[in-house]
């Protein structure tokens, strides 16, 4: 098998900046998923469950449990097991007036160890998914960006010295 340099900024995770603020972006979103044929499964507001469980208030933040019925179906007529990777993660967070998706890699699973039958359809979900994001989206995100706070995280201006050092 061949190795790769996978690093989580740039390739186990690919991200996209919508520059619009969280509510709009989730609805343009939503929409883009229903156009592209795809269905959200599920959705899971993690703020609110972060709020509820620890009384701590976050950013906005939800995962969006998204699948193509038909390649659903092809997974798991191969392998029921197969359930395990569909339907796949979209998250989208807010960062003050623009907002962050991330997706797991369709890379990742061609080094992964998985029967080819699995690998096929869920690839092609990946695929049509990071599609619609780099169709939507205003920008990919930059490596720069600390920890989906943005580069203002902290009030540091890269390319200039810090107060930290």
Known sequence: ???????????????FVLDRPFDS???RIRRAIRDEQLCIAA??????????????????CRVLLVDNPRFMLEATAIDRASGIFLPLHLVV??????????????????????????????TALQHQLLRMLRTISDKPR????????????????????????
């Open 43 to 60: 959705e899971i507001d993690t703020a609110k469950r972060v709020k509820r469980a620890l009384q701590i208030q976050v950013s906005p």
């Open 1 to 15: 098998m061949q190795q790769r340099n996978l690093t989580t900024t740039e390739n186990c995770a690919p991200a």
């Open 25 to 27: 972006a989730l609805a």
């Open 93 to 122: 967070s807010g960062a003050g007036n623009r907002t962050l998706v991330h997706m797991l890699n369709p890379d990742l699973l061609h080094y992964a160890d998985l029967p080819i039958g699995i690998r096929a359809p869920v």
């Open 142 to 165: 930059d490596a720069h960006e600390i920890a989906d706070r943005g580069d203002s995280c902290l009030g540091i201006k890269f390319g200039e010295p810090d107060a930290l050092s």
